[in-house]
C-alpha cells in the first residue's frame, strides 16, 4: 500500500539544471518532514536535504546554494529543485518522508541523476 516514487531524472551538462519530484501514498500516519537522499554505485547513500511540515529545510553541504527543497502543505508531494549541476552530483536519487521523528522504512525505485562533464 506505501509508496514513494520519484520521477524527474535524466542526463545534463555540467551547469544544467533538473527537477525532481517525488509522490507519496498510502501512509496514513501523519507526515512530520520529506526529504531526498542520493547513492552512486559503490557508495554510502547520503542525505541530500530534507523539510519539516513546519518549512524548515536542511541541506547537505555540497549542495548547499545549489538545490532547494519543497513539499506541499499534507507532504503528499516533494520536490528537489537542482541548479548549477556537477559531475559529483551522479546518482540515483531517492526521496523518503519522516512518520513520527524517524525516517520511515519504505524506499521507491529512484530516480538517475547523470551529470556529464
Known amino acids: 500500500q506505501v509508496q514513494l516514487v520519484e520521477s524527474g531524472g535524466g542526463l545534463v551538462q555540467a551547469g544544467g539544471s533538473l527537477r525532481l519530484s517525488c509522490a507519496a501514498s498510502g501512509i496514513m500516519s501523519r507526515k512530520n518532514g520529506m526529504g531526498w537522499y542520493r547513492q552512486a554505485p559503490g557508495k554510502q547513500r547520503e542525505l541530500v536535504a530534507a523539510?519539516?511540515?513546519?518549512?524548515?529545510?536542511n541541506y547537505a553541504d555540497s549542495v548547499k546554494g545549489r538545490f532547494t527543497i519543497s513539499g506541499d502543505n499534507d507532504m503528499n508531494t516533494g520536490y528537489l529543485q537542482m541548479n548549477s549541476l556537477k559531475p559529483e552530483d551522479t546518482a540515483v536519487y531517492y526521496c523518503?518522508?519522516?512518520?513520527?521523528?524517524?525516517?520511515?522504512?519504505?524506499w521507491g525505485q529512484g530516480t538517475q541523476v547523470t551529470v556529464s562533464s
Open positions: 523518503n518522508v519522516i512518520i513520527g521523528t524517524k525516517w520511515s522504512d519504505y
Open positions: 523539510i519539516t511540515r513546519y518549512g524548515s529545510a
